[in-house]
């Protein structure tokens, strides 16, 4: 059962009409950078690369005739990711591509100059890597998830799944610069819903098994799972400890889903990285990305694993059946 939902609008009109023109025909190669986070391998790692490039073929680049991308992948060990940023600046691109906080953090340190496009990041104020989203300023532009509004509405969701729940455990990463907004936002929705949160750290598979162990101490009633590259490549270890301890579970990212997990709230990945592509298309034209704004997600995606649910015991609400985008059966 599938259906689009689709929240929020578009400002500034940056995603019009196809642009065609100067870009396209000059027989100029630009050099795209494009830095990841997690491993060339992973699957979600290949969607979201390839929708980065049917981005810009859809704007008319070709590779080998306009374009030539050079990527750089981090394998989820964020150590590597300023010596990745140094190497592409050094290829001298004439733009770079990337995502989550520490990558972006790494490319903003490894140059002031070369513009640098965000596909994905929580909150790039918050987290001091830009001015404003009207007015970004210096270097970097791109588009926002606001992740840590989403939190609110997975603990909204956990309540209507499990209502006896007063403490949830949530699950995150302080090795990335994006997980501390999340759980500000966390702790107030937690607030007004009466809920105690039991936040617990988790850098490696060991941290994984010791905060799960440690939700089950403490008699957590569910748990959300912060959006993070480690904690999504640790996605089947995660869905199989949340199934051993029958902890109800909500995620950030889709991934976790199909891995086995109970339930994802999330912005719509894929689209932000076709809409990357745009901004790649106005800085080439000449457009100064520190005066390009920061666009938020406008797709959202509700997935359940009914699978799971049946496994656990649980009825999720017909009315959250019926604003899944995708049921797992």
């Known amino acids: 059962m599938q259906r689009r939902v689709f ?22 190669l630009y050099r795209i950078g494009f830095l990841g986070a997690a491993s060339p391998s992973e ?19 070709v590779e080998g005739q306009n374009i030539a991308i050079e990527s750089r992948w981090a394998g989820g060990k964020y150590e590597r990711l300023p010596g990745l ?12 591509v990337t995502a989550a906080v520490p990558a972006i953090r790494a490319v903003k340190e490894a140059t002031s100059t070369i513009p640098i496009v965000i596909a994905v990041v929580v909150d790039p104020v918050a987290t001091g890597l830009v001015a404003s989203f009207a007015r970004p300023g210096g270097n970097i532009t791109g588009l926002s998830v606001m992740t840590p509004e989403l939190v609110g509405k997975q603990l909204e969701m956990l309540r209507e799944i499990v209502p006896k729940a007063s403490r949830v455990a949530v699950l995150w990463n302080p090795a990335n610069p994006g997980n501390p907004p999340q759980l500000r936002a966390a702790e107030v929705a937690a607030r007004t819903l009466g809920m105690r949160l039991q936040l617990l750290e988790a850098r490696n598979p060991r941290e994984i098994d ?15 799972v912060l959006v993070e590259v480690v904690l999504i490549e640790q996605r089947t270890r995660i869905a199989d400890l949340a199934a051993t301890r029958r902890l109800p579970a909500v995620y950030g990212h889709v991934d976790h889903v199909g891995a086995g997990g109970l339930m994802a709230y999330t912005p719509n990945f894929l689209d932000n990285y076709r809409r990357a592509a745009v901004y790649v298309d106005k800085i080439l034209r000449g457009a100064n990305p520190g005066d390009l704004p920061i666009e938020q997600a406008t797709k959202f995606e509700l997935l359940i694993n009914l699978k799971t649910a049946k496994a656990l015991g649980l009825t999720i609400p017909p009315s959250l059946l019926q604003r899944a985008d995708q049921v797992i059966e």
Request: hydrophobic share 50%; net charge positive; no cysteine.
């Open 7 to 28: 929240i929020g609008t578009l400002a500034g009109g940056l995603l019009a009409a196809p642009l065609t023109g100067e870009a396209q025909s000059t027989r100029r």
């Open 43 to 61: 699957p979600r790692s290949q969607r979201f690369f390839e929708a980065f490039r049917n981005g810009l073929a859809e704007l008319g680049y």
């Open 85 to 96: 940023a140094a190497e592409l600046v050094r290829l001298k691109m004439d733009v770079i």
């Open 210 to 224: 010791s905060a799960f162990a440690a939700m089950t101490k403490e008699g957590a009633g569910a748990v959300v």
